[in-house]
């Protein structure tokens, strides 16, 4: 268990290179079936529409249970205004376990005020206003791949954990 909240807290701070720029696991489409030991990944879920982008996968990894990651972002203007990265867990105690793993992380300092966990299974990633300022120039359709591309790589290196 140890070695999955360190490679989940490392996932999580790798996502932030890649990138320019509390609910139960069926209420996400996603089904929670023990996995028999196995890996399964569900193909990714992907929202655009004008103003507002979604992108989200999920993998049942051995052990732990479906985790589902989501990549959204919102536009104005053609421009994007905000970016936030979601990681769903399979129960409270593991999203607990992994949240007071980065507040006992001196390597998170930094990054940690990007982080909220609301008590229950989520641990959300917010850019702040300067990573969202980094990646407007990218346009909307640029922004929506850097997202869908950092979601795709999460869930693959979560299959090897």
Do not use: H
């Not at 999955?4 to 069926?26: E, I, K, N, R």
């Not at 949240?99 to 005020?113: R, T």
Request: aromatic share 10%.
């Amino acid at each position: 268990m140890k070695k999955f909240m360190y490679m989940c807290m490392m996932l999580l701070a790798a996502t932030l290179t890649f990138t320019a720029c509390g609910s139960d696991d069926d209420d996400n489409g996603n089904v929670n079936n023990g996995g028999g030991g196995q890996q399964q990944q569900q193909g990714g879920n992907e929202v655009n529409q004008d103003n507002y982008y979604k992108y989200q996968e999920s993998i049942n990894v051995q052990g732990v249970g479906a985790i589902t990651v989501i990549g959204e972002a919102t536009f104005a203007n053609g421009k994007c205004s905000a970016i936030a990265f979601t990681y769903v867990y399979p129960s409270k105690s593991i999203a607990k376990q992994i949240w007071d793993s980065y507040q006992n992380d001196p390597k998170m300092a930094e990054e940690l005020p990007k982080y909220s966990y609301d008590g229950d299974k989520s641990i959300v990633y917010r850019y702040d206003d300067e990573d969202v300022a980094s990646v407007a120039t990218m346009g909307k359709e640029g922004v929506c791949s850097v997202i869908k591309a950092t979601v795709q790589a999460t869930i693959e290196a979560l299959g090897k954990v």
